[in-house]
Structure formats: structure tokens, C-alpha cells
T-cell receptor, first 114, second 110 residues
């Protein structure tokens, strides 16, 4: 079984500042890793994913995440945030080869302040 | 437009009543999922189905039931046996390594 820990439930940050949302996972097998974003009263949208290959993955809107196997982490970063990045962010993991079942972290609410 | 639809967006029910949440997808995905979302707890898997006429319990299936008679549809029934049904319910479909989510249904028990 897999588990995901998002240590920060709330992250307030000023506009144009950098941000890091932390995600750590536990698994006895190889994993796939995902970050999803949720805007108020909406479903989840995939932000980025790590399946294999380069450990640094990027999204189209400037977010990036790095898979660190030794630290079992998949932290999400953005060098300069915008007001529109305000949302809840979920880290998720699935066992590679069985990517159909996702285990989610409890979420991090990112609030970008003007 | 391809995607996943859930209806209704908001649903109210009295205690002791069963209620069915709709989920439809036109992405031709084999797998479909139901999650429950509560504040501060992330998403928890209720049921999933990898093929028509087959489904499996997730982590919190008690008090819920599903059917998968068509590839496109995966309705969820919240029964009166569910002790604390007020929550945000998300349906997803998947193919390969990715899941796509619907807009959700917020259920409130009065």
C-alpha cells in the first residue's frame, strides 16, 4: 500500500514570490507521482506527473516538481506565483504498473496575496 | 466536447433517504471511479470499475452502492446506511496512467 503526506495544510505567499508545496510518499514498490489542482467547487485538474525518465517535470503554467527517490519526495515549486494560482493542490501516488488506483494526500491550500 | 459530467451540482436529502449521483463520460475510458472529499482529508476512494459489469470496493465503500451497466455511466447511490453522507463527491474516469475528474456533486443531508 502507498501513503502520501502533505505537511502544510495552508501556504500563504505574496504575489511574485517563490513557493514550494511539500509532498512525501511511502511505498514498498515503484511509484508514479502526480500533482492535481482544485479551484473552489470544481473537480481536480492534472498539473503534472512523473512516470519515468527525467526526475524534473514541468507544467505549462510554470510549476515544476522533482522526484527524489532517496528522500521519497515530490515537492511542487514555482519561482513566481500569481493571484490566479490560488487553489488547493493535491499530491497523489499510484503503484507503477497499477496506475489505476490513486492515493491522495490531504491537500495544501495555496493562497496568493496581493 | 469530450469530458465527464456529474449531476446534479448540488443535492439535498433528508436523513433516511437513498439518493443517486450521476456520472457520465464520453472519453471512451474503461475505468471509472468515485471519490469522497471532506475538508482536510483529501480524496478517499469509494468504488471503482475497470470494465463494464464489474466493480470493486475502495477504502470507504460502506453505505454506498454502484452499478456499471454501460461503459459511459457509473452512478453512485448513497444509502441510508451511510452514517455521515454530507460531502463533496467526485467522479473520475481513466485510461493508462491518468485520471480525469468531473466537476463534482455537493451532497448535503438535512
Amino acid at each position: 500500500a502507498q501513503s502520501v503526506t502533505q505537511l502544510d495544510s495552508q501556504v500563504p505567499v505574496f504575489e511574485e514570490a517563490p513557493v514550494e508545496l511539500r509532498c512525501n510518499y511511502s511505498s514498498s514498490v515503484s511509484v508514479y507521482l502526480f500533482w492535481y489542482v482544485q479551484y473552489p467547487n470544481q473537480g481536480l485538474q492534472l498539473l503534472l506527473k512523473y512516470l519515468s525518465g527525467s526526475t524534473l517535470v514541468e507544467s505549462i503554467n510554470g510549476f515544476e516538481a522533482e522526484f527524489n527517490k532517496s528522500q521519497t519526495s515530490f515537492h511542487l515549486r514555482k519561482p513566481s506565483v500569481h493571484i490566479s494560482d490560488t487553489a488547493e493542490y493535491f499530491c497523489a501516488v499510484s503503484a507503477s504498473g497499477s496506475a489505476r488506483q490513486l492515493t491522495f494526500g490531504s491537500g495544501t491550500q495555496l493562497t496568493v496575496l496581493p | 466536447d469530450g469530458g465527464i459530467t456529474q449531476s446534479p451540482k448540488y443535492l439535498f436529502r433528508k436523513e433516511g433517504q437513498n439518493v443517486t449521483l450521476s456520472c457520465e463520460q464520453n472519453l471512451n475510458h474503461d475505468a471509472m471511479y468515485w471519490y469522497r472529499q471532506d475538508p482536510g482529508q483529501g480524496l478517499r476512494l469509494i468504488y471503482y470499475s475497470q470494465i463494464v459489469n464489474d466493480f470493486q470496493k475502495g477504502d470507504i465503500a460502506e453505505g454506498y452502492s454502484v452499478s456499471r451497466e454501460k461503459k459511459e455511466s457509473f452512478p453512485l447511490t448513497v444509502t441510508s446506511a451511510q452514517k455521515n453522507p454530507t460531502a463533496f463527491y467526485l467522479c473520475a474516469s481513466g485510461q493508462g496512467n491518468e485520471q480525469f475528474f468531473g466537476p463534482g456533486t455537493r451532497l448535503t443531508v438535512l
